[in-house]
């Protein structure tokens, strides 16, 4: 079956330093990987999505992420965290190949924090 | 409206009674979505739809979890005889169309069953 796992469930950065956020997935050949966005009392926003195009995405608020197949990863990187960026981060599969349906599956969350 | 609109956005209901959470979909998408987030976790799949047709719904918990779509639009996702493990906040999405489009969430609804 389809998974994805983030491997931390929290992060602390300091602003202005570099963030990365880890994502593991089991798939098929070709999944759909995003990631979303979670502010506090907020809905979920999407910051980027993978789907089979340019293996490095970029997304909104600075983000990006690269698939790398060979590691079944799909990290989230941003080169200076802001105040702004604190908030749970979702990584989150699409795999109906593999699936045999068209449901989304989410990860359990990695919170981040920052810093002044 | 632009977005995904879910009502109501807060529930309090005592456990036995049955709650029915309103999704009003963005208009024109083909997909639409219901999960399940518990405090402090992510969320979790419980059913889905293309237009009116429910073709996945191995998620919902048990047989009190009920949705519909019947005209392909609104959504409906009923809890009969709510239990304390019901309470979470529910979240619906919509997509344009199946797997490679990104969801868009509504706000959730928050159910309390005390």
């Known amino acids: 079956a389809q998974s994805v796992t983030q491997l931390d469930s929290h992060v602390s950065v300091s602003e202005g330093t570099p963030v990365l956020l880890r994502c593991n997935y089991s798939?098929?050949?070709?999944?759909?990987l995003f990631w979303y966005v979670q502010h506090p009392n907020k809905g979920l926003q999407l910051l980027l999505k993978?789907?089979?195009?340019?293996?490095l995405v970029k997304g909104i608020n600075g983000f990006e992420a690269e698939f790398k197949k060979s590691e079944t990863s799909f990290h989230l990187t941003k080169p200076s965290a802001h105040m702004s960026d604190a908030a749970e981060y979702f990584c989150?599969?699409?795999?109906?190949?593999?699936?045999?349906?068209?449901?989304?599956?989410f990860g359990t969350g990695t919170r981040l924090k920052v810093l002044a | 409206g632009a977005g995904v609109s879910q009502s109501p956005r807060y529930k309090v209901a005592k456990r036995g009674q049955d709650v029915a959470l309103r999704c009003d979909p963005i208009?024109?998408?083909?997909?639409l979505f219901w999960y399940q987030q518990a405090l402090g976790q992510g969320p979790e799949f419980l059913t889905y739809?293309?237009?009116?047709?429910?073709?996945?719904k191995s998620g919902l918990p048990s047989d009190r979890f009920f949705a519909e779509r019947p005209e392909g639009s609104v959504s409906t996702l009923k809890i009969q005889r709510t239990q304390q493990e019901d309470s979470a906040v529910y979240l619906c999405?919509?997509?344009?169309?199946?797997?490679?489009?990104?969801?868009?969430f509504g706000n959730g609804t928050r159910l309390t069953v005390t």
């Open positions: 999405a919509s997509s344009l169309d199946q797997g490679n489009s990104p969801l868009h």
């Open positions: 798939s098929s050949y070709s999944p759909s």
């Open positions: 993978y789907t089979s195009a340019a293996t």
């Open positions: 989150v599969v699409s795999d109906p190949l593999l699936s045999g349906t068209y449901k989304y599956i």
């Open positions: 208009s024109g998408h083909v997909s």
């Open positions: 739809f293309q237009n009116e047709a429910q073709l996945d």
